[in-house]
C-alpha cells in the first residue's frame, strides 16, 4: 500500500520560496506519476504540477509555470516541488499523489495521496 508523508508548508511573505517534500512508501515507484494538487476551501482540489517517476518528465498548471518546480530523488523515494515568487493566490493545503494511470491532471486518476501541508502567503 503507498503511503506519502508530506512536508515544508508554512507561512511566507509574497515573492518568497518554500520547498515541500513528498516522501513515498510502500511500493516501487518506477511505473507512477507523482503529483502535487491544492485546495483552498470551497473550492476543488486543483492539479499543479506532475512528474513521471521513470525518465523524469514535467507537467505543470499555467498558473505556476516558470514559478514552481517539482522533482524527485529516487534514491530518497522523494518527491518535491520548489515554489518561487509566490503570491498570496497560492495558498492552499497542498497534497502529494500518486497514479499508475499514466499522464493525468485529474484528481480522480489519482489513487494515492498524503495529509495535505498547509501553505500560507502574506501579502
Known amino acids: 500500500q503507498v503511503q506519502l508523508v508530506e512536508s515544508g508548508g508554512g507561512l511566507v511573505q509574497s515573492g518568497g520560496s518554500l520547498r515541500l517534500s513528498c516522501a513515498a512508501s510502500?511500493?516501487?515507484?518506477?511505473?507512477?506519476?507523482m503529483a502535487w494538487f491544492r485546495q483552498t476551501p470551497g473550492k476543488e482540489r486543483e492539479f499543479v504540477a506532475g512528474i513521471y517517476w521513470t525518465g523524469g518528465s514535467t507537467y505543470y498548471v499555467s498558473s505556476v509555470k516558470g514559478r514552481f518546480i517539482i522533482s524527485r530523488d529516487s534514491a530518497k523515494n522523494t518527491v518535491y516541488l520548489q515554489m518561487n515568487s509566490l503570491k498570496p493566490e497560492d495558498t492552499a493545503v497542498y497534497y502529494c499523489?500518486?497514479?499508475?494511470?499514466?499522464?493525468?491532471?485529474?484528481?480522480?486518476?489519482?489513487?494515492?495521496w498524503g495529509q495535505g501541508t498547509q501553505v500560507t502567503v502574506s501579502s
Open positions: 510502500g511500493r516501487t515507484f518506477s511505473n507512477y506519476v
Open positions: 499523489a500518486a497514479s499508475r494511470r499514466g499522464w493525468s491532471t485529474t484528481r480522480d486518476d489519482f489513487g494515492s
